[in-house]
C-alpha cells in the first residue's frame, strides 16, 4: 500500500486551476521528487498535503485514510512533516524552542498541567529537550542552542527547518527546495543527510528541488509537473530522457 | 497589614502603587493577547469594563461578596472573550485591530444605556473593598502563573504563533484554539483588573473604559517589551508613575507624555525590555569574569 495517494486532485484559485486532476502515488521509504518550472504547482501540492489548501475536487490518501478537509495541524499529528522554500523559523525563539515546538503534535501541551506546572507536562518537556539535543547534534547545530533562529547562517537556518521536522517523528517528509540558496559543499551534506534520514529513520521523503543533480542523485522516483498537470513519471532515467519534460523544463540540461 | 501602610505611606503614593498593580495585571493579560500570541487587540479596556461593572453590580446590588463578585467579573469577561475571540481570531493584523475596537465601543454604549449599571452617571457607592495587600498578593500570583505559562511548552507555541502562523500550524499547534485560549486568558485578567479597579474607586462611568485606556493599557505592553514579563510590568509602572511626574508641567501634561513615548520608542524599538533575555545577561556575566581573570 502506497502511503501517500493523490487521487484526481484538482486546486482552484479563482479562474486559476494550479493542479488539475493529479494522480500521485507514494511508496513507504521511498525518495520520491517531484520537479517542474515555476508555477508548475509544486508548492500548491505540498500546500494540499500538509492541509494549508483544501483541494477544490479529488481525495487524499494517507495510509489508507482521508486527509480531505482536516485542518494542518490534525494532519502534522498524523505524521506527516514539512519545512518551507521561504524559510518559515520562528525567529526570535532560541534554535532549542524551535525543535521542542517541533514535537508538539507529538506531545500536545495541555493548558492547565502547563499553568500548574504538573509531573504530566514537566515529563513531556524533558523528553522534548531530549530529543532537540539529539537531533540538533545530528545536524550540527547543538554549540548553536541558545542563539535566536533568526541570527542562524541560511544554510543552518535551512537545517533548522529540518531538525524541527524531524522532532515530529513523521512517517512521510516533506522537503520544499532544501538546497536553495546553498554551495555545492552543502548541497553534498544535505543528500548525505536526506539518505540517512531515510534509511536510519525509516521516514519516506517527498522532495520538491530545481537542483537536478540533487534531484536526478537521491531520488529514486520522479514527478515532473508543467501548468498544474503531471507530465510524466518513472525512474530518475527515464524522466530525464522523457521528451515533454525535456520540451517543458530540462531543456537547457541536454546542452 | 493595610492599617501598617496607611499609617507609615503617605496615602498619595499609596494609592499609585495600587494603581500600578492593577495596572501590571491589566498588562499582563493584554501582553498574553498581543506580546506573546502577537494578535493586536485594541479593546482591551472594554474587557475590563465587563469585569468593573459584573463586580460593582453584585456588591452593589446582590450583596454578594467582594471575592466572589470579583471572581465572577473575571469569569464574565473570560466568557465574552472567549465568545468574540471565535469569529474575529480568523482575522489578523489590522482587521483584528478593527473588530476589538469595534467590540470595545459596542459595550461603552450598552453600559451607556444600561439601566442597572446607572447610565451615563455610571456607579457610585462601591465599599473600597479592594487594598493594598489584595492588589500586591493578586499581582504575585499573577505574575508567577503568568511566568509557569510562559516557560512551558505551551507558551513556546504560543510564542510561535506570533513568529510564524503557518510554520507552527505546520508542527501541530492548533493556532485558532491556542489563540481563542490567549483572548479569553487576557480577557480573564482584564476583568479582574475592572473588579479591583472599580472597588477601589468607589466610582466608575463608561468614560473610564474608553478608546484611550486601550490604547493606554497597549502601550504599557510596547513599551515594556511585548511579550516580556518584567518588561510589561516596568512598562505599566512607568505608565502609571509618568503622568504623575508630569503634574509639574501642568497643561503641557500630554505633550510631554507624547513626546517622552516618541523618544523611548526611538531609542528602544522593542521596547524597555523587548530585546534582553536572561541567558544574554548571564552570558555577559560570564564573559567580563573571564576577563577579569586574565587582568
Redesign the interface.
Known sequence: MPILKLEKITQEFGGLRALDSVDLEVREREIFGVIGPNGAGKTTLFNII?G?YVPTEGDLLFKGKKLNGL???KI??LGI??T?QNI???????VE?NV???S????????WS????LPS?RK??RK?EEKSRFLLKMLGLYEKR?EYASSLAYGEQRKLEIA?AL??EPSLLLLDEPAAGMNPAEKDELMDLIRRIRDDMGITILLVEHDMHLVMNICERIAAFDYGRKIAEGSPDRVKNDERVIMSYLGDLGE | MDAWFAQYVDAYYLRIMVLIGINIILALGLNLITGVTGQLSMGHAGFMSIGAYTAAILTLHYGTSFVLALLSGSLMAAFFGFIIGIPTLRLEGDYLAMVTIGFAEIIRVFFLNFELGGKAVGLYGMQQYTTFSMVFILVILVVV?NW??LK??????L??IR??E???????????GMKV?AFTMGSFLAGLAGGLYSHYMGYIAPQDFGFMRSIEILNMVVLGGMGSIPGVMLGAAVLTVLPEMLRIVADYRLLFYGALLVILMIFRPNGIMGDMRL?DLKQRLRTKEVKTCRS
Open positions: 500538509t494549508i485542518p494542518a495541524h502534522a499529528s512533516a514539512r518551507f518559515r523559523l520562528f525567529g526570535r525563539l532560541s524552542d521542542k515546538i517541533g508538539m503534535a507529538l506531545m500536545p501541551a495541555g493548558f502547563s499553568l500548574l506546572g507536562e513531556a518537556g522534548a541558545k524541527r522532532a515530529l | 502563573l509557569q505559562l512551558s511548552r505551551y507558551g513556546r507555541a510564542y510561535a513568529e510564524n503557518i510554520a507552527a500550524e505546520a508542527c501541530g499547534v492548533n493556532t485558532t485560549a541567558y
